[in-house]
């Protein structure tokens, strides 16, 4: 006779989980709903790729607490800023214009000057402008601005959740103690799907 199988007990311990169980089940079909958009295959489209994207940056800032300094009231604006120059940036703009993280209206800014982003509460930089990421990171460093990337070394300039695709699954990487003395509150829901990034000893 098969054993039976016990349910799964919630996490306690404060052990890290891996992102690719957890984070799709969690975030991706919202943000797949979000979007309007299948699942997406082993080779995606980079359209849908950055539907998907849109779609989890929209969870994040409903999982995110910025200090009330920078977001004083329950239905402030909640401002994303992305670089005119990035050839996606029109695609997610689309995407998350006038949508509401719970009560919060979105507003997707289209920046022409690196420091514009720290009149952002969220900021996306994709591969397309890794070689001008340094410059805008150096804006955040010191600000509570949730700056997310999809590149290698992204956390090691400054960064603070990146996206990784390892073999067929998206997962998050990000410096989760930084994002905390810049005063942004990652709820546990989002915090146990990052891989803690740790600086080399």
């Not at 489209?45 to 940056?57: I, T």
């Not at 990035?86 to 919060?104: E, T």
């Not at 982003?117 to 994709?126: D, I």
Request: glycine share 6%.
């Amino acid at each position: 006779m098969p054993s039976p199988t016990l349910p799964r007990q919630p996490d306690r311990t404060g052990a890290r989980l891996r992102p690719r169980l957890r984070w799709p089940i969690v975030f991706l079909a919202a943000a797949l709903a979000l979007v309007g958009a299948p699942a997406p295959a082993p080779e995606v489209h980079p359209g849908l790729e950055y539907s998907v994207k849109a779609g989890l940056l929209f969870q994040f800032c409903r999982y995110v607490e910025w200090p009330r300094t920078s977001v004083p009231a329950p239905d402030s604006p909640l401002r994303i800023g992305l670089l005119a120059e990035d050839p996606v940036a029109p695609g997610i703009q689309r995407i998350l214009a006038g949508k509401l993280a719970d009560a919060h209206p979105l507003d997707v800014i289209l920046l022409t000057d690196p420091a514009q982003v720290t009149n952002c509460h969220l900021c996306f930089l994709s591969r397309e402008v890794k070689t001008v990421a340094p410059t805008v990171l150096a804006y955040t460093r010191n600000a509570p601005v949730l700056s997310v990337g999809e590149f290698d070394g992204f956390i090691e300039r400054g960064g603070l959740i990146n996206f990784q695709r390892v073999d067929e699954n998206l997962q998050l990487e990000g410096a989760v103690d930084t994002a905390d003395r810049l005063g942004l509150k990652i709820s546990g829901k989002l915090a146990r799907t990052i891989r803690r990034h740790r600086p080399p000893p």
